[in-house]
């Protein structure tokens, strides 16, 4: 297990569709996050796990976003009714527990084109 | 006011110069700070990290901080074609909300042969 991985890397849907997004975290980080990045800016955070438990969600997460984390391990991140407005790349980190800052490492990414 | 902010740039130097990213930020509760370099179409990738005021040395990279001035910035030294970039400063509070991290809009680097 070399790092995160992020499934699909490209996403093109019609607006209204859902989707949904898988991300596997560096098998020994017990943290997770979620981010979402548009062209020009910076990643912004949207929400993150410690093991199973969901912690915080920024209020960029809208409800019709939901993510979950079963048994601690891959996370999905679900977009229902997609709008343009989501159209971004959505990128997944982990972390070991806290103070292991170095190791906050992000997938490859999924870019979202919705159409 | 933005938390993290950044000039978008692009900033242009010549090959072999030193590049100088800088980053300013609001929140005097903000713990630590990154430097994180991100190619086009790719995800960022960490090039270093600082939490105490003053000088960070990494190789080529240089991470300095002044929490007082509430600023802080990333050298380049010797820059290279390799290193045109966007880089991304972000910044941790260091709270009970994990790892978050805040990030800036980024600064585009160009380094010209």
């Known amino acids: 297990d070399t790092g995160v991985s992020q499934d699909p890397r490209h996403k093109i849907t019609k607006r209204g569709q859902n989707v949904t997004f898988r991300c596997d975290p560096i098998?020994?980080?017990?943290?997770l996050y979620w981010y979402r990045q548009t062209l020009g800016q910076g990643p912004e955070f949207l929400t993150y796990?410690?093991?199973?438990?969901?912690?915080?969600k920024s209020r960029l997460l809208s409800d019709r976003f939901s993510a979950e984390r079963p048994k601690g391990s891959f996370s999905t991140l679900e977009i229902q009714r997609t709008e343009q407005g989501d159209s971004a790349m959505y990128l997944c980190?982990?972390?070991?527990?806290?103070?292991?800052?170095?190791?906050?490492?992000f997938g490859s990414g999924t870019r979202l084109t919705v159409v | 006011q933005k938390e993290v902010e950044q000039n978008s740039g692009p900033l242009s130097v010549p090959e072999g110069a030193i590049a100088s990213l800088n980053c300013t930020y609001s929140?005097?509760?903000?713990?630590?700070f990154f430097w994180y370099r991100q190619y086009s179409g790719k995800s960022p990738e960490l090039i270093m990290f600082?939490?105490?005021?003053g000088d960070k040395e990494d190789g080529r990279f240089t991470a300095q901080l002044n929490k007082a001035s509430q600023y802080v910035s990333l050298l380049i030294r010797d820059s290279q074609p390799s290193d045109s970039a966007t880089y991304l400063c972000?910044?941790?509070?260091?709270?009970?909300?994990?790892?978050?991290?805040?990030f800036g809009t980024g600064t585009q680097l160009k380094v010209e042969l």
């Open positions: 600082i939490y105490s005021n």
């Open positions: 796990f410690q093991n199973e438990a969901q912690l915080e």
């Open positions: 098998s020994e980080h017990n943290r």
């Open positions: 980190a982990s972390s070991g527990p806290t103070g292991d800052l170095f190791g906050y490492t």
């Open positions: 929140d005097r509760g903000s713990q630590s």
């Open positions: 972000a910044r941790e509070r260091g709270e009970g909300g994990g790892n978050k991290l805040t």
